[in-house]
């Protein structure tokens, strides 16, 4: 079956950039997904590529798409500290089966 | 709004009861899905519903069952079967797999 893996946690500096990493194993994955989720809430939609493409950029959100070696990242530029919660990525799963498979998260915190 | 509505928000469960969580959605999408997120983790499926009448298991569906009688609603029954329910429960719909799942805000179930 599909795994996906993230780093658990990353901290940066209100204003710098951050990136948190991805890598999964289905080649096939026709979307691959990003999700923020804040304390106690739901998951948000953040951003999704299409596996035909290599980058998509929305407003402060970059997404970059490794086909070759299957890792996604997402930058957050000019990080604030409201960016802070658990990022998750999502993909396909290679089964067959209609149904993503999540990382585990990246907690990311900004620190003022 | 176009929305999901997860209800209740807190649920608690005694010994041997069976307890329903509700999830609806006016977003006119044909599939729905139920997961579990236990704290720390990512999210495990536990079934799922591409069209009305017909539903599939996910990776944990022991202790659970779900109903999928209308396009809007797909709720799940957590069973006395389910000797550790306590974690958050989300719910998700989409157009169609594999495009974007929205999710709802979850229900938190505890066990009294």
């Known amino acids: 079956g599909e795994d996906v893996e993230q780093s658990l946690f990353l901290s940066v500096r209100e204003g710098d950039s951050s990136v948190i990493n991805c890598t999964y194993t289905?080649?096939?994955?026709?979307?691959l997904y990003w999700y923020k989720q804040e304390p106690g809430a739901g998951l948000q939609l953040l951003t999704y590529?299409?596996?035909?493409?290599d980058m998509k950029q929305d407003q402060r959100l970059t997404v970059l798409l490794n086909k070759k070696d299957k890792h996604l990242s997402l930058r957050i530029a000019d990080t604030q500290t409201g960016d802070s919660a658990i990022y998750f990525c999502a993909s396909e799963e290679g089964t067959g089966r209609r149904a993503l498979t999540f990382g585990s998260g990246t907690r990311l915190q900004v620190q003022p | 709004d176009g929305g999901i509505t997860q209800s209740p928000k807190y649920l608690f469960r005694k010994e041997g009861q069976n307890v329903t969580l509700s999830c609806e959605q006016n977003l006119n999408h044909d599939a729905m899905y139920w997961y579990r997120q236990d704290p720390g983790q990512g999210l495990r499926l536990i079934y799922y519903s591409q069209i009305v009448n017909d539903f599939q298991k996910g990776d944990i569906a022991e202790g659970y069952s779900v109903s999928r009688e209308k396009k809007e609603s797909f709720p799940l029954t957590v069973t006395s079967a389910q000797k550790n329910p306590t974690a958050f429960y989300l719910c998700?719909?989409?157009?169609?797999?594999?495009?974007?799942?929205?999710f709802g805000d979850g229900t938190r179930l505890s066990i009294l």
């Open positions: 289905d080649s096939s994955s026709t979307y």
């Open positions: 998700a719909s989409s157009y169609r797999f594999p495009e974007p799942q929205h």
């Open positions: 590529i299409f596996s035909n493409m």
